[in-house]
C-alpha cells in the first residue's frame, strides 16, 4: 500500500500509528482536515484480517467525518481512530489507557468518541488520561435517540420538498432494522401517524414495533419491494446496490444508516428513477451534533442540539435545490455542500486577527 499516495488522493492531513507493547495496543488515528476545528470521530475496534484494511478504514472514515461536520454546520473536523483487536476478547484498562494517552499526545487535534467496538465504558477508561473525549455516558450519552431524531426531521424535508407539505401522516414507511435508531424512529413516525412496515433479522425487534406501534411486520429479504413512500434503511450499508435498485418501489429513500449507496453511480440511477435520496451522511448527523454539544461552551444541553438537529431539515432543502439546479444526483451535491463550507472557511481564515 503507498499510503502517501492514499493520503494525497484523499486529501488527508495526518495519520498517527499508535503502537504499546504492555496493553498490546495496535491503533491508527486518521486525522483527514482541520479546516473547521479538531478532528471529531469516534475510534472502532475491529478484529482486521490485515494492516492495510485498518488503514483503509482509518482513512475512509475519517474523511467521512469531515463530510459529516461539515454538513451539519459544525466547527469540526474530520477523524477516526481504529483499534486492532477483537472487541469480545482484547479489551483491557491498559488498552484504553494506553491508547487515551496517545489521543492526549495529539493535543486536541483529535477528539474520539463511540464507534462500532467501543462502549462508553471504554470511553471512561480512555477519559481517565485525555480531556478529548466526547459521548461520555454521563454528558450527552447513548447517540441513538438523537440520530432518530435527526432521521424524522429529514423524512419531513422529504416530503416537503416532494409535496410542498412536511407532514407524515398516513405515509407509508418501510423500515429496515429496528435496533437502536430504528426503534425510536418508528415511535416519531406512530407519533404522527405514519403507516409502518418494518423488517430486522432480530424478530424480538420485529415484534416489539409490531405490539408498540401496529407496524406490519415484513421479511428481511421483502423489505425492498414494498410499496411505499419512504424506504428507510436503518440497519447496514450499500443496501443500495446492483440487485436491489430496481426492486425499490419508493419516491424517497432515507434512513440511519451509513453509506446506504453501495456506489456513488446508485445516486445517480436513484434520480433518474425519480427516487429523491437523503444522503446518509446528512440525514443521520445527528449523533454527530450530540457528540459536539459536549464541547459547547456553556456545556452540553440535550435542547441545544435538539435545536440544532433540526437544521437538518434546511441542509437537506439546501441540498436538493443544489441538486435540481445542477441536474446532479443529491450524493454529490451534498459532497459540494459540505466542500463549499470547507473552502470558504479556509478562505476567511487568511484574514490576519
Ligand atoms: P443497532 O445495531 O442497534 O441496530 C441495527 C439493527 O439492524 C439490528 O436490530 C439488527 O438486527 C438489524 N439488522 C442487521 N442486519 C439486517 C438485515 N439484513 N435486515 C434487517 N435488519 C437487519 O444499530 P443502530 O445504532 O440502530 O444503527 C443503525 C444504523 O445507523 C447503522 O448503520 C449505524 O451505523 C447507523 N448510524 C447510527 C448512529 C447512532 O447514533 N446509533 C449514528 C449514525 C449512523
Partial sequence: MRIFAEMTDMEHEQL?????????????????????????????????DTEEEAIRDALRLSRGMTYKSSAMGLNLGGGKGVIIGDPSRDKT????????????????????????????????????????????????????????????????????????????????????????????????????????????????????????????????????????????????????NDNTLDRLSCRVVAGAANNQLDRDEHGVQLRKREILYAPDFVINGGGVINVAHEFHPNGYSRDLALRKVESIRDRLLEIFAVSDEEDIATNEAADRVAERRINSMARIQRIRV
Wanted: negative net charge; proline residues 3%; charged residues 20%.
Fill in 93 to 240: 484498562e491498559e488498552l484504553w489507557r494506553a491508547y487515551g494517552r496517545f489521543v492526549e499526545s495529539l493535543g486536541g487535534r483529535y477528539i474520539t468518541s463511540v464507534d462500532v467496538g467501543t462502549s462508553p465504558a471504554d470511553l471512561d477508561l480512555v477519559a481517565q488520561e485525555t480531556e478529548y473525549v466526547g459521548g461520555l455516558a454521563h454528558l450527552s450519552g447513548d447517540p441513538s435517540p438523537v440520530t432518530a431524531y435527526g432521521t424524522y426531521v429529514g423524512m419531513k424535508a422529504c416530503m416537503q420538498h416532494l409535496t410542498g407539505s412536511d407532514s407524515l401522516e398516513g405515509c407509508r414507511v418501510a423500515v429496515q432494522g429496528a435496533g437502536s435508531v430504528g426503534y425510536t424512529l418508528c415511535e416519531h413516525l406512530a407519533d404522527e401517524g405514519a403507516d409502518l412496515m418494518v423488517s430486522d433479522v432480530n424478530t424480538d425487534r420485529v415484534e416489539k414495533v409490531v405490539s408498540d406501534f401496529g407496524a406490519t411486520a415484513v421479511a428481511p429479504d421483502d423489505i425492498y419491494e414494498q410499496d411505499c413512500d419512504i424506504f428507510a434503511p436503518c440497519a447496514l450499508g450499500a443496501v443500495v
Fill in 16 to 48: 498517527v500509528f499508535c503502537h504499546d507493547e504492555v496493553s498490546g495496543l495496535k491503533a491508527i488515528i486518521g486525522i483527514h482536515d482541520t479546516t473547521l476545528g479538531p478532528a471529531l470521530g469516534g475510534t472502532r475496534m475491529w478484529d482486521y
